[in-house]
């Protein structure tokens, strides 16, 4: 994670950067996410509760609430945790006005300019202004950042339209020319894949985690190494004869004498329920494909490349030497949910 930032700050050049730790940093733990990402200018969360952890994890410099508050009392632990909320949409502001607050508090000020989730419209001139002027007049504000949020930054081609990279900037940079604030857009894939998307600081997430930001670069081109290996052993193996099938469903059948090893982990843990036959799993250094239905605590796998695999044997879900992308792809989802899906019962030991 720390190298992963190092990485990150290089493509950042002098910009600011946020470190997302949202999620339990990405499934990773919010407490060593605060460790290793020391050298990030801030982080960037989802919740108050993780404000409050990160804070009593001994952060002190900014934090970034990326959906802000959402009643008063959100907006006193926001003064309180000295916080840098994000600000999308009217009735926070109202928040904000209504309530004095003791010191005044950095806010980022969100737009929609193609996502079409969070954000004041960047083509309602109008609207956009009146939330802009709002909160450059408040006396509860200090600096002031305008900020977006890409739908597309990691499709290099094939997107055009109102949710392109170029034209969300178009977009906001037609409401916003004359204003003076800083300005926050990229995330991980306009971080690394879009030189031209400027901007004064940064947002990355899946990157510092070592992962890709989708199907089209893999975490090896982005220069990124995996933060997470899941990891388990062998504790049986079976011998199915020519017929037999193997799990819930009796998905797998063998069309010759298979031997199956049982991989101690399951959905439980996190793993995907839906991998299909063939998704591979390393068992003992080797590609091995996953044979029948998923279980709650147990994954089963075909041995036949691994004669020498045995009860004990090493197991690699995903990690160093499987990319969790290919794994995530197979599954028909990304890199981003297996992290995050990791349960807490999976015991995490910290390796340099
Ligand atoms: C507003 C915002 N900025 C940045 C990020 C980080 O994105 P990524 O993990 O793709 O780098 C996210 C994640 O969803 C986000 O919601």
Redesign the pocket.
């Known amino acids: 994670m720390r190298r992963n930032l190092a990485q990150a700050r290089r493509h950042a050049r002098a910009r600011f950067v ?1 470190a ?1 730790v ?1 999620a339990n940093a ?1 499934g990773h733990g919010l407490q060593r996410a605060v460790r290793a990402f020391a050298d990030a200018d801030g982080l ?1 969360l989802l919740d108050l509760d993780e404000a409050q952890r990160a804070r009593d994890a001994g952060w002190s410099r900014p934090i970034l609430l ?1 959906e802000g508050y959402f009643e008063p009392r959100d907006l006193e632990a926001v003064s309180a945790l000295k916080l840098t909320p ?1 600000v999308h949409d009217a009735q926070q502001i109202d928040l904000l006005e209504q309530g004095r607050l003791p010191v005044p508090i950095d806010v980022y000020l ?1 737009f929609n300019s193609g996502m079409n989730r ?1 954000g004041f419209n960047a083509h309602d001139n109008a609207g956009a202004t009146l939330a802009y002027q709002r909160l450059r007049g408040s006396p509860s504000v200090s600096q002031l950042t305008l ?1 977006m ?1 890409f739908a597309n ?2 499709r290099a081609t094939g997107v055009s339209g109102p949710s392109e990279v170029a034209e969300q900037l178009a977009a906001l940079q037609h409401i916003a020319k004359d204003w003076p604030e800083q300005r ?1 857009f ?6 690394f894949l879009r030189p031209e998307v400027n901007g004064d600081s940064v ?7 070592g992962a890709a ?1 989708d199907e089209s670069h893999t975490a090896v081109q982005l220069g990124v190494e995996p933060a997470m290996t899941l990891k388990s052993r062998l504790i049986a193996v079976q011998t199915l004869n020519a017929g037999e099938a193997v799990g819930y469903g009796s998905r797998f059948a063998a069309s010759r004498a298979t031997r199956i090893g049982v991989v101690a982990c399951g959905y439980a843990d996190g793993y995907p329920r839906n991998a299909p036959d063939g998704t591979p799993v390393m068992v003992e250094g080797v590609r091995v494909p996953i044979a029948g239905r998923v279980s709650m605590d147990m994954i089963t796998v075909d041995l036949s490349s691994a004669p020498h695999a045995a009860v004990g044997s090493d197991v690699e879900l995903w990690g160093k030497n499987l990319p969790i992308d290919e794994v995530a792809n197979l599954c028909g989802t990304v890199g ?1 949910e297996l992290m995050c899906a990791l349960a807490a019962r999976v015991p995490v030991t910290e390796i340099d």
């Open positions: 946020w997302v949202k990405y960037a990326l994000v969100k969070l900020m949020h930054a990691d926050s990229a995330n991980s894939a306009a971080l947002r990355p997430g899946i990157a510092l985690y930001t981003y």
